[in-house]
């Protein structure tokens, strides 16, 4: 206990000291114009409890930068501090819960007023943060380690797991936020979609909108323009139609002439998440979920940056090249006072050069290259403003604790000459790769580009194009010019007319070809990009060391996918935005194969995080009604959906409607049984093939049971079968199975080659069950049918009237009572209700919904496919093996029952009965010995036993009469014991009354 207490005084030591330093250092500072911000309208917010200043047009990574803030979260495995790196949503650095949302990327989420923040992943705060001793205890958690130990004794995983479970994850769910706002949905159309609303994507609309085909363009920010609007100001070589010097006019241009388009339509702040078929997108648009069908598609999605790797390159500081750009540009923000800027392209010198531009004078540029290939224009101007500048040297480690305080660098050839250069930011450019997942969707091959160092599409797919970063291109000429070639090939393809074709397509290619760079780059040897030494990052989202990729390669994992699986690479929340094109190169390292070989880990849709809730909207849901839909919302019935049909749950107390069946007379309406009508001189021989029962041999009129099996043995559904003829049946199916019931008739109609014709008569006919010791005598006021037991017995059918309208009578017992099920025309399902209900009156005849059905049922240990059997369940297991003819010739699923039935089985769907008054709710599971065997499927209280009750499915040792089991239920096992017969009626004399 001493030690406990003394441990919490020492944390909350630190605790108190570093929220003190946190908090003199989070003062709100003046800041700069930002093209994104308004300096007149302040926002206050809440970050971690504390009172947080803001402007309009931040999002809460510029805010929190500004106000001085440097650690945002910490890391998934080592729980090490991290700071912005990519400011662009491509990194797992900035996850924040905003108001009980947790996993929100701080750099994409505007500030609101009043928004609450806390971060995430720390323990007691995120600037102590106690589990911040694994990261010296890397040593005990190698790549795979939850593989490779735990496994012996048993009981260490038991423990084992528990810790790691409560410790694992990011962001935590909120019990008590709850989002009222609701997702729209839509459905759109449009000759050419243009995803990306850089100067490419912008330049491709304009394009096609041209040649007159209607554009839609979609950009997942809330402004046109792209990279443009933050990089470096550039001249603009002379491209016709295009009278502009400078690219931040083009910006403008572009935009204005967009504007001024009927044909194109802007889609701002949305997220493409997914390709799909026949070029259908998957888009998310703040709160609307829109479905978009494309003739064709331009991808013009852009490229970012990427980090480079040495010894701690994921400490708070450290950030990418273009990060720094967007807090100078549309933020307002000065980032530092000491900088190095360290990579192998113009880029770095370029953020130089902005970062002097804005009052940072002591910067030092570590370049990896030679000075031959850095632009002569750049250097020399980096030079007149004093910027020292290191050729041909390299960063070995970042120095620092919660954030940056300087690096080590050394020259490439000569590690052991390495300096230290005191910095508080540390800017990074490891190169580029093409935001290309939506491509690799659509399905794009790669190739890898040694001298533009990262993937890029190869080959064709129809009515998919691709034009600007994502292509390979380095410009803003060739951004503009592939826009253009890629509309001029889209709008052809959607079947438009491009006056003068071949002239214009010869035109751009020339255009294309007279822009391009010779580039005097030279391929870096990959062991200096790629440093092994202590905790160089590959993956920032699982905490993936470049050292770890090497040792599961040695460990026998080579493949990138299955390299993927077992070291978690691309697997975290940016699934492989930073660390994709890395992770290839570490991989061709390790294993002495090219990167091209190596290739790509697969990017499946959704891309981005899409909540359950955007897509769930049942509102676009089909929902069905019966014919006798508006007598059951008169008689206050309550509404469910089951499957995509409206039922009645109840018309007010459940239980006493069951009691109402069980002593008197009750009506259900069961409209919604699936319907085949399956006529044919093979309808026999068909209906053999497809049952585990036979029918080939069914007497005309009667009746049998029938469960339908998969390949493998399991059931699919189950029903009944009336035989009307020798060349008729009449089919009925579960409500959610007819739509999956009927196709599989189908599919093995034209496999067997029948004369069998099939047709489902669902929706036509509605039907009515009236049960109970009264039915007979309710029924029998109004038809002149015999329902006596001799002349009418259970399961068999008739066709007569009933009420003056033709109907089909089944004489069935899915409730337990002697009962009919009455199938007639749907037009006259008002009508036949009102009249079971007028001559049952003297009988006190009870409307009953579902949930008295569902106990009803229960007590005969009639089970329902889905609700009582899953995707192992078999007509065996299930207790229905007097349902399968073995000696038929075939049917489907025979092969698998038979070998299940020699096996012997190892479970076994029985009823139990609760020994107190409580009742189980479904799926709570089994418990003996303190481990779960078996779990409930089905639970309910017998109003006619007055206990809970239901079926349960059970190791065969256990499935004996009167076994005492327990059954956990809310945290507490509670006894049971096991029935093997049905509770009510269990001899089924009832039913034959």
């Not at 790196?85 to 994409?108: F, H, I």
């Not at 705060?125 to 106690?130: E, K, M, Q, R, V």
């Not at 590690?415 to 794009?444: E, M, P, V, W, Y």
């Not at 009420?803 to 006259?828: K, M, N, Q, T």
Request: glycine share 8%; with cysteine; hydrophobic share 40%.
């Amino acid at each position: 206990m001493q030690l406990l207490v003394l441990l919490y005084m020492v944390i909350r030591k630190y605790y108190m000291k570093n929220k003190v330093n946190a908090d003199a250092k989070c003062n709100f500072k003046n800041r700069s114009n930002g093209s994104d911000i308004d300096l007149s309208k302040k926002i206050e917010f809440l970050f971690d409890e504390k009172k947080t200043y803001a402007y309009k047009g931040d999002n809460l990574a510029s805010a929190l930068y500004a106000s001085g803030r440097r650690v945002f979260s910490r890391s998934f495995k080592y729980h090490r501090p991290r700071g912005l790196l990519c400011v662009g949503g491509n990194c797992p650095n900035c996850l924040v819960t905003v108001n009980g949302v947790p996993n929100v990327k701080a750099c994409e989420k505007p500030v609101e007023m009043e928004m609450v923040v806390t971060s995430q992943n720390s323990w007691p705060s995120l600037n102590t943060d106690f589990f911040s001793i694994f990261d010296k205890m890397g040593w005990l958690m190698p790549v795979g380690f939850y593989y490779k130990f735990f496994h012996t004794p048993r009981i260490l995983w038991t423990i084992a797991s528990k810790i790691i479970r409560r410790i694992a994850g990011l962001g935590s769910i909120s019990n008590s936020f709850i989002d009222k706002g609701k997702y729209q949905h839509s459905n759109k159309h449009s000759d050419v979609v243009v995803i990306g609303g850089g100067p490419a994507g912008m330049s491709a609309a304009l394009s096609a909108a041209k040649y007159g085909a209607e554009v839609t363009l979609v950009e997942k920010s809330n402004y046109l323009g792209g990279h443009l609007r933050w990089n470096r100001p550039t001249e603009i070589n002379k491209i016709p139609e295009l009278d502009l010097s400078i690219t931040t006019k083009l910006v403008s241009f572009l935009s204005a002439e967009i504007n001024k388009s009927k044909l194109i339509q802007v889609m701002n702040n949305a997220s493409v998440f997914g390709d799909y078929e026949n070029n259908l997108l998957g888009i998310l648009k703040e709160k609307s979920f829109i479905k978009l069908r494309a003739k064709t598609v331009i991808f013009a999605t852009g490229s970012h940056e990427l980090p480079s790797t040495f010894e701690n390159n994921d400490l708070p500081g450290i950030m990418l090249c273009s990060a720094i750009q967007k807090l100078i540009r549309l933020y307002g923000i000065t980032p530092c006072k000491r900088a190095v800027i360290f990579g192998s392209s113009n880029f770095i010198y370029e953020t130089a050069l902005d970062l002097n531009d804005i009052g940072v004078e002591n910067i030092t540029i570590v370049d990896q290259r030679k000075s031959i290939e850095v632009d002569i224009e750049l250097l020399d101007e980096a030079k007149a403003r004093k910027i020292e500048i290191l050729f041909e040297y390299t960063v070995l480690k970042g120095v620092g604790g919660s954030d940056i305080k300087g690096c080590i660098v050394a020259p490439l050839d000569d590690f052991n000459k390495s300096k230290r250069i005191a910095c508080d930011l540390l800017a990074i450019s490891g190169g580029f790769q093409s935001n290309f997942g939506l491509l690799q969707q659509a399905g794009f091959k790669f190739r890898f580009d040694s001298k533009l160092d990262q993937f890029i599409p190869s080959g064709e797919v129809k009515g998919v194009f691709h034009a600007g970063r994502v292509s390979g291109s380095e410009s803003v000429e060739l951004d503009i010019l592939s826009g253009r070639k890629a509309a001029m090939e889209a709008v052809l393809f959607a079947g438009f007319e491009v006056p003068h074709v071949e002239n214009r397509q010869k035109e751009i290619e020339q255009l294309i070809e007279n822009n391009k760079e010779t580039s005097l780059k030279e391929d870096l040897n990959l062991e200096n990009k790629l440093k092994q030494t202590g905790k160089s990052f590959i993956c920032y989202c699982e905490d993936v060391l470049v050292k770890d990729v090497k040792t599961a390669i040695h460990e026998g994992y080579s493949d990138i996918e299955t390299l993927k699986r077992y070291t978690t690479v691309t697997m975290g929340p940016c699934q492989g935005e930073m660390c994709q094109n890395t992770f290839a190169k570490a991989c061709s390292i390790a294993t002495n194969v090219d990167v091209d070989t190596v290739g790509l880990t697969t990017r499946r849709p959704p891309l981005i995080p899409v909540p359950l809730r955007a897509i769930a909207n049942p509102i676009n849901l089909v929902s069905h009604a019966t014919s006798m839909d508006r007598m059951h919302r008169k008689s206050n019935a309550y509404m469910v959906d089951i499957g995509s049909w409206q039922r009645p749950l109840h018309y007010g107390d459940p239980v006493k409607e069951a009691l109402s069946v069980r002593n008197k007379v009750g009506i259900i309406d069961v409209s919604t049984l699936g319907k085949l009508d399956i006529q044919g001189v093979d309808s026999g021989m068909f209906l053999d093939k497809l049952y585990t029962h036979r029918y080939s041999n069914l007497k005309q009129a009667k009746i049998r049971y029938g469960i339908l099996c998969a390949d493998n043995g399991t059931i699919m559904d189950d029903g009944t079968v009336t035989k009307l003829n020798d060349q008729h049946y009449f089919v009925t199916t579960s409500t959610s199975g007819i739509e999956s019931i009927e196709q599989w008739f189908k599919w093995w109609k034209v496999s067997m080659k029948q004369s069998v014709y099939i047709t489902n008569v669902t929706s036509a006919f509605s039907a009515i069950n009236i049960a109970g010791p009264d039915a007979r005598n309710t029924l029998a006021k109004l038809t002149d049918i015999k329902l006596d037991t001799n002349r009418f017995p259970y399961m068999t059918s008739i066709q007569g009237k009933v009420a003056e309208i033709d109907v089909l009578l089944l004489r069935v017992g899915f409730v337990g009572e002697v009962g009919w099920e009455i199938h007639f025309p749907s037009e006259y399902g008002e009508y036949m209700w009102d009249a079971l209900l007028s001559a049952g009156k003297e009988f006190d005849i009870t409307p009953f919904g579902v949930e008295a059905q569902r106990i009803l049922r229960l007590e005969k240990h009639h089970i329902i496919p889905n609700q009582d059997t899953d995707i192992l369940s078999t007509p065996l297991n299930s207790g229905a093996e007097w349902a399968v003819k073995f000696d038929k010739d075939d049917f489907i699923g025979k092969q698998a029952l038979v070998f299940d039935k020699n096996k012997g089985l190892d479970s076994l769907l029985v009823g139990f009965i609760m020994e107190d008054q409580k009742i189980p709710d479904d799926g709570d599971p089994v418990i003996m010995d303190g481990k779960p065997i078996g779990k409930v499927t089905s639970a309910r209280n017998s109003p006619v036993f007055g206990k809970g009750f239901g079926l349960v499915s059970l190791p065969i040792s256990f499935a004996k009469e009167d076994t005492p089991i327990f059954i956990r239920v809310n945290g507490e096992n509670l006894p049971a014991r096991v029935v093997t017969s049905p509770l009510y009626d269990p001899q089924g004399e009832k039913l034959k009354l």
